[in-house]
């Protein structure tokens, strides 16, 4: 078992293959072959497309009223029935995906990105650590949809406003992660070695540090944006969220309450893409830990 | 132990004060003028700038904060600005239904995830495992608010089991307060009975590979005595752990399910309070859940260090 073989999956061939891989590439080709893996990329794949084609797919304003279509159950002219309003239920839950993934990955993107910065600083100066991690654990032990609604309430609704406090609020276990990581990897010899060379700080950790901790953070990064599409649709849901003249599902959702008997499909369709998106990602996630992670996949 | 605890209980500071500073300074930090809210579009700027000194608000912050602080800390969190109450005594009528509603689902969730957990360990590989963990994983991926609105169709508006909304307390009798609880507690429930599930399952299987086990089954004694005072007790570490961030999780997660079910709960009234800038009131709500999420967690340590003596070493 040369190093040669560690770092060239290609030439392996058979069974012994999962032993060697270390590239990236070669995780892509394992994540491929695992089918909850390929079942929850393709969900996510057709419900982003669906969201960026929206006006190509449904095309005109979803949010246009028109009184006398009011409550038709699915058909196929409107394929998930009309609302209280006469709105097309297909259009608006297409067109509300687009808020509810962009906010989803603004959130992942800006929590993800200040957490990994966060985390290697905490990570190598102790001072700046003790303090952090007692921000993070009153963060961690406080629930996030009190302080998101409190800070989105107070600056008035809109997309900034949810793009903020969740990316606030879901810094924290993040942080807490790639911090952990980093402990762990600092410690490795080859950390030891790049610094008896003379390799500065700064490079220390983006050409070392941060490939070693990416397979956690690219799994905590799925969990994060289910939990950012999740906390944006509860915030719209319950009006302190991205406001009423933007559309989410969350947003859909909040008025069809007052409907559900009349008409339950308005309640049907925005929560099922929700419900479709948010599993999508957690079985990815869970997929991609069993992938980056074979200890814990062989427990399962 | 006392030393443990007392170690336990400094740690708990940050988890009360960094939620409350964080909503102090958002508060205060924000724009909207609660003066200028109470007494609406009439009022002169005379009459605004008197109960802006009168509530303290033409302080500085850092003084405000001070003040605030000593309020704290002397138990007066001073009178709520829309209810003209003092805000101790608001918070106790409206946290009760929320620890009510909390208690309930944590009860539920609980019975649901250990039952379904060790069903699905004792079958392992089976259909029925299967089952269970297929029903899991949809059930950690469903939004609370989506299933309140589901559990209403079905069971209140089709079969009229249950009322739509509304909120009887206690006192009413427990099959009036159960008829109102249930729902709401279910809907809140029911993801972190799926976690609960998930995480009884992975642990009782670990378990069960343990030597000891082997041990206890060579010696001839009966499957129920391993499992239920052998296995179990070591299972259930990692399910209190679940189950005090579950509580921890609902408490402030009940916003949603208190709008949907009209429960007059804490969460409910964070809300409305926050859209009428009424400082206080916010603040002492803030203050409640970090408090009950301190105790919790710092009762959760304790079972923890009575269920495994080797915590209190370390």
Same mark, same amino acid.
């Given at each position: 078992?040369?190093?040669?073989?560690?770092?060239?999956?290609?030439?392996?061939?058979?069974?012994?293959?999962?032993?060697?891989?270390?590239?990236?590439? $070669?995780?892509?080709?394992?994540?491929?072959?695992?089918?909850?893996?390929?079942?929850?990329?393709?969900?996510?794949?057709?419900?982003?497309?669906?969201?960026?084609?929206?006006?190509?797919?449904?095309?005109?304003?979803?949010?246009?009223?028109?009184?006398?279509?009011?409550?038709?159950?699915?058909?196929?002219?409107?394929? #998930?029935?009309?609302?209280?309003?006469?709105?097309?239920?297909?259009?608006? @839950? /297409?067109?509300?995906?687009?808020?509810?993934?962009? @906010?989803?990955?603004?959130?992942?993107?800006?929590?993800?990105?200040?957490?990994? @910065?966060?985390?290697?600083? $905490?990570?190598?100066?102790?001072?700046?650590?003790?303090?952090?991690?007692?921000?993070?654990?009153?963060?961690?032990?406080?629930?996030? +949809?009190?302080?998101?609604?409190?800070?989105?309430?107070?600056?008035?609704?809109?997309?900034?406003? @949810?793009?903020?406090?969740?990316?606030?609020?879901?810094?924290?276990? $993040?942080?807490?992660?790639?911090?952990?990581?980093?402990?762990?990897?600092?410690?490795?010899?080859? +950390?030891?070695?790049?610094?008896?060379?003379?390799?500065?700080?700064?490079?220390?950790?983006?050409? *070392?540090?941060?490939?070693?901790?990416?397979?956690?953070?690219?799994?905590?990064?799925?969990?994060?944006?289910?939990?950012?599409?999740?906390?944006?649709?509860?915030?719209?849901?319950?009006?302190?969220? !991205?406001?009423?003249?933007?559309?989410?599902?969350?947003?859909?959702?909040? =008025?069809?309450?007052?409907? +559900?008997?009349?008409?339950?499909?308005?309640?049907?369709?925005?929560?099922?893409?929700?419900?479709?998106? +948010?599993?999508?990602?957690?079985?990815?996630?869970?997929?991609?830990?069993?992938?980056?992670?074979?200890? /814990?996949?062989?427990?399962? | 132990?006392?030393? *443990?605890? #007392?170690?336990?209980?400094?740690?708990?500071?940050?988890?009360?004060?960094?939620?409350?500073?964080?909503?102090?300074?958002?508060?205060?930090?924000?724009?909207? &003028?609660?003066?200028?809210?109470?007494?609406?579009?009439?009022?002169?700027?005379?009459?605004?700038?008197?109960?802006?000194?009168?509530?303290?608000?033409?302080?500085?912050?850092?003084?405000?904060?001070?003040?605030?602080?000593?309020?704290?800390?002397?138990?007066?969190?001073?009178?709520?600005?829309?209810?003209?109450?003092?805000?101790?005594?608001?918070?106790?009528?409206?946290?009760?239904?929320?620890?009510l509603?909390?208690?309930?689902?944590?009860?539920?969730?609980?019975?649901?995830?250990?039952?379904?957990?060790?069903?699905?360990?004792?079958?392992?590989?089976?259909?029925? &495992?299967?089952?269970?963990?297929?029903?899991?994983?949809?059930?950690?991926?469903?939004?609370?608010?989506?299933?309140?609105?589901?559990?209403?169709?079905?069971?209140?508006?089709?079969?009229?089991w249950f009322p739509?909304?509304g909120y009887n307390p206690p006192d009413a009798g427990i099959i009036a307060f159960g008829a109102t609880i249930f729902l709401?507690?279910?809907?809140?429930?029911?993801?972190?009975?799926?976690?609960?599930?998930?995480?009884?399952? $992975?642990?009782? /299987?670990?378990?069960?590979?343990?030597?000891?086990?082997?041990?206890?089954?060579?010696?001839?004694?009966?499957?129920?005595?391993?499992?239920?005072?052998?296995?179990?007790?070591?299972?259930?570490?990692?399910?209190?752990?679940?189950?005090?961030?579950?509580?921890?999780?609902?408490?402030?997660?009940?916003?949603?399910? =208190?709008?949907?079910?009209?429960l007059?709960?804490?969460?409910?009234?964070?809300?409305?309070?926050?859209?009428?800038?009424?400082?206080?009131?916010?603040?002492?709500?803030?203050?409640?859940?970090?408090?009950?999420?301190?105790?919790?967690?710092?009762?959760?340590?304790?079972?923890?260090?009575?269920?495994?003596?080797? !915590?209190?070493?370390?």
């Amino acid at each position: 078992m040369s190093i040669t073989q560690a770092t060239s999956p290609d030439r392996l061939t058979g069974g012994d293959e999962e032993v060697f891989v270390t590239t990236n590439k $070669s995780v892509w080709q394992r994540l491929m072959a695992n089918p909850t893996a390929v079942v929850s990329i393709a969900a996510l794949v057709i419900l982003s497309l669906s969201a960026i084609l929206a006006p190509l797919l449904a095309p005109g304003n979803p949010l246009k009223v028109s009184p006398a279509d009011r409550f038709i159950p699915p058909g196929l002219e409107h394929f #998930f029935g009309t609302d209280n309003l006469g709105r097309d239920m297909f259009k608006m @839950v /297409l067109h509300g995906g687009r808020t509810s993934l962009l @906010v989803g990955l603004v959130v992942t993107v800006i929590s993800m990105g200040i957490a990994v @910065v966060l985390g290697a600083i $905490s990570g190598f100066y102790r001072q700046v650590d003790v303090v952090l991690m007692r921000l993070v654990d009153g963060l961690m032990a406080f629930p996030g +949809i009190v302080l998101a609604t409190a800070a989105a309430g107070i600056m008035g609704p809109s997309m900034t406003t @949810v793009i903020t406090s969740l990316s606030i609020v879901l810094i924290a276990p $993040s942080l807490r992660i790639v911090r952990g990581q980093v402990l762990v990897v600092r410690e490795l010899q080859m +950390i030891e070695a790049a610094r008896s060379v003379g390799v500065p700080t700064l490079r220390l950790f983006t050409r *070392y540090i941060l490939p070693a901790v990416s397979s956690p953070i690219l799994v905590q990064a799925s969990f994060i944006f289910s939990a950012a599409v999740l906390g944006e649709a509860g915030l719209s849901f319950i009006g302190v969220g !991205i406001g009423p003249k933007e559309l989410s599902w969350g947003n859909a959702l909040t =008025e069809a309450r007052n409907y +559900i008997s009349q008409a339950p499909w308005i309640v049907l369709f925005p929560g099922l893409a929700l419900m479709l998106t +948010i599993l999508a990602l957690n079985l990815l996630g869970d997929s991609l830990r069993d992938v980056l992670d074979p200890r /814990l996949a062989r427990r399962r | 132990m006392l030393r *443990y605890l #007392f170690k336990r209980f400094l740690l708990i500071l940050p988890t009360i004060f960094v939620p409350l500073i964080l909503v102090f300074l958002l508060l205060r930090l924000s724009p909207g &003028d609660p003066a200028g809210m109470m007494l609406g579009d009439q009022a002169t700027p005379e009459q605004i700038a008197a109960l802006r000194t009168q509530l303290g608000l033409d302080q500085p912050v850092w003084m405000q904060f001070v003040l605030w602080l000593k309020g704290i800390l002397t138990l007066d969190l001073g009178n709520s600005i829309f209810f003209r109450e003092p805000v101790m005594q608001i918070i106790p009528r409206y946290a009760t239904v929320t620890i009510l509603l909390t208690a309930v689902a944590l009860v539920l969730a609980v019975v649901i995830g250990v039952t379904l957990g060790l069903v699905s360990a004792m079958n392992r590989n089976k259909p029925i &495992d299967r089952g269970v963990v297929t029903t899991a994983v949809l059930g950690i991926s469903l939004p609370e608010f989506w299933f309140a609105l589901l559990l209403i169709f079905v069971f209140a508006v089709t079969l009229r089991w249950f009322p739509v909304a509304g909120y009887n307390p206690p006192d009413a009798g427990i099959i009036a307060f159960g008829a109102t609880i249930f729902l709401p507690a279910l809907a809140l429930g029911v993801r972190q009975s799926a976690l609960m599930t998930r995480m009884m399952r $992975s642990s009782m /299987l670990d378990v069960l590979n343990e030597p000891y086990i082997t041990t206890a089954r060579a010696q001839g004694l009966p499957e129920t005595t391993v499992l239920g005072r052998y296995a179990m007790r070591t299972a259930a570490m990692p399910v209190v752990t679940v189950a005090g961030l579950s509580a921890g999780y609902m408490l402030g997660g009940a916003v949603a399910i =208190e709008i949907i079910f009209a429960l007059p709960g804490l969460g409910r009234m964070l809300v409305e309070a926050v859209g009428r800038r009424d400082y206080p009131l916010v603040e002492g709500g803030v203050l409640t859940i970090s408090l009950v999420l301190a105790v919790l967690n710092l009762l959760i340590d304790l079972i923890y260090a009575i269920l495994d003596p080797r !915590i209190r070493y370390q």
